[in-house]
């Protein structure tokens, strides 16, 4: 498994962790709007939420692929992955059909380290990003030949992709969400939900 392959896997997942537009997303928009070291903050947390779990999910996908017994999880892997991405399409199709933006409280300005708790609090149990980084892993960990080097760049991967992204929603959401809320949070969890979908060609 060459690194540039593990390189755009990790761009891929932490996309699709990512790029689904829900309350999560649109707490770090407002805090990013009302209050940038909070916005920075918050966005901070949930790129920390993701890189828990990247970190997880590779040792255990590590520790899958030392075990012959275990190799039919690969497949298994992959079809939750496309079955994922099929469902994050639908959603984000539904959603703008419906005109439906996501709804999420406004959350508290001007304190960044309660920001930064508050979104990797809300973020870790998130049952999308636990299914997408433990299938995802587990698909790596089984072609990874006992090598640290491809978890290592998948997870640095995950995690710098993760935080662009939302320092991007921070610093920019406000104006992609001024007017169409359901229409922009619908293409981007489609989107969201093709990278699962297109899964095989980042192996």
Excluded: C, E
């Excluded at 997303?25 to 209050?35: C, E, N």
């Amino acid at each position: 498994m060459d690194t540039w392959t593990t390189l755009g896997s990790g761009v891929a997942v932490g996309l699709a962790v990512a790029l689904p537009l829900g309350p999560i997303g649109l707490m770090v928009v407002a805090l990013g709007r009302h209050d940038w070291p909070s916005g920075v903050a918050a966005a901070s947390g949930v790129a920390a939420a993701d890189l828990t779990w990247a970190i997880v999910a590779v040792a255990g996908g590590a520790l899958a692929g030392t075990h012959p017994l275990l190799a039919g999880l690969q497949t298994i892997a992959k079809m939750l992955l496309v079955a994922i991405g099929v469902v994050l399409v639908a959603r984000g199709l539904q959603q703008m059909r419906h005109r439906r933006a996501p709804v999420a409280a406004m959350p508290t300005a001007g304190q960044p380290g309660r920001a930064f708790a508050a979104l990797y609090g809300l973020t870790l149990p998130n049952p999308l990003t636990v299914a997408i980084f433990t299938a995802s892993a587990v698909d790596m960990g089984l072609r990874s030949n006992g090598s640290l080097l491809p978890h290592v760049v998948f997870v640095l991967a995950v995690g710098v992709t993760s935080l662009a992204w939302q320092l991007v929603l921070a610093a920019t959401g406000r104006h992609l969400l001024s007017r169409t809320d359901a229409m922009a949070g619908g293409l981007l969890t489609s989107a969201a939900g093709l990278l699962l979908i297109a899964w095989p060609l980042f192996r």
